[in-house]
């Protein structure tokens, strides 16, 4: 361990001889404004939307679009979750007799795929919201009591 660590300082100390403090300097600038240019095209990308209905959580893929400073701003910064009422969706209910516990019925709404998207996209200004996966089912309130 002790020959590595004098073999690395060693480089290290021939790495300061050869390449000037200025060139390292300027050569991370110019990443970092390389960066930032690459920021202004427009992207599309996977992104899982948490998305609160009436006190249900769901994860939700979508697709989306937009500029690389919006997207990075809602993948650093947006890990809330987003309010959409079940009033704002369009659904359908199913019974599934393989779900409830001791072979009861359990009463699914299924909720249209575009319908939220419609809902997620109001609630994104800055970014288009291109398409949107497989949305999971949500239990009836009240049938967890039973």
């Not at 930032?36 to 989306?64: A, F, H, M």
């Not at 359908?92 to 809902?119: C, K, L």
């Not at 609630?123 to 996966?133: E, L, T, Y």
Request: aromatic share 14%; glycine share 6%.
């Amino acid at each position: 361990m002790r020959k590595f660590l004098e073999i690395l300082k060693s480089a290290w100390q021939w790495f300061r001889g050869a390449v000037s403090s200025a060139f390292v300097i300027l050569f991370c600038a110019s990443f970092i404004l390389w960066y930032i240019l690459k920021l202004q095209y427009t992207y599309t990308t996977d992104y899982s939307v948490l998305v609160n209905v009436d006190g249900e959580l769901l994860r939700v893929p979508c697709v989306i679009e937009g500029k690389g400073t919006n997207l990075f701003g809602y993948r650093v910064y947006m890990h809330k979750e987003i309010r959409i009422p079940l009033s704002d969706l369009k659904y359908t209910f199913t019974s599934d007799p393989e779900e409830g516990a001791d072979g009861a019925m359990t009463n699914m709404y299924i909720i249209d795929p575009q319908s939220m998207q419609s809902a997620i996209s109001v609630r994104f200004s800055d970014i288009k919201v291109v398409s949107v996966g497989d949305v999971p089912p949500l239990r009836l309130k009240g049938e967890e009591e039973k």
